[in-house]
């Protein structure tokens, strides 16, 4: 099993378990070198062998810390790795996470439930499309749809045919092209002041238009009203008789938990790192 530890915790352990183990062969050296009962000789050969002894174990020490930080850092960089490959290249995860251990098959846990609610929602925004779609093709009002830079996005037949133009003429031009007349920049301004629908004043034909906010109550799409039905749409409310939000189909994520702030003990941290369950 691999273990993620904090720095600071494994130079303190590292710190602690050599000041201790030196502490010791050097109490060991002196204690032994005093001795009365043997001889000099004999009472300094002794003392070095604790001495040794107490060298051989720090170095034990310090060769298992170094290996477990390698192993760590080894870790880091994999994930990394395998981050960077499937934000490029759509590189599959789910194979080089179980080489991992535990901790990759953790990962690919939570990956696996973010795939499948981000699926949920992609097929979801696809379906709203098509339906939007299929809506702006049999309204009878004469709109477009704009996005916040300024490019028509959406038609309705009926706009399409009030300024004899196709589509391929409409969609994804600048509505300054296709509405000289009206600045975009000007309408946006005054949304954004307002934040209600804004109405031309001097145009060659009425021009209304009206903002369409996102959750986060940011404007992402404006609606053009064109021909004089535009004159009634500063006063109608597009809320109206319709639903603040759409009940979501896909199930809410599960929530994380997370740890209270009581700490464990010493015995419980022990039981955790070989394996066992902390005791309640």
Known sequence: MMLLVRRRTMVLLILLAVAAALALAAIGFVALRGAVS???VEAKVLAERVLFTGLIAASILLGTVVVVAVRAYQL???????????????????????????VGESIARIYGQLTDLSARKSMRIAAMNSLLSVIMAR?????????????????????????????????????????PDVEFTTARAAIRRSGEPWAAEQSSFPVAVQPVLNDQGEIAYFIYYLGPEARHIVRTDPDRDQPRTIVPEEPVPPSISRPSGRKDGILGRLRRALGGRSPS
């Open 76 to 102: 880091s960089t994999a994930l990394s790795r395998i981050a960077d490959l499937h934000r490029i290249g759509g590189y599959d995860i789910e194979p080089a996470l179980a080489r991992l251990g535990d």
């Open 38 to 40: 043997l001889s000099e």
């Open 139 to 179: 309204a009878s009002q004469r709109l477009l749809v704009v996005d916040p830079r300024g490019d028509v996005v959406r038609a309705t037949p009926s706009a399409l045919e009030f300024l004899d133009k196709t589509a391929g003429e409409v969609l994804g031009d600048e509505v300054d092209e296709i509405i």
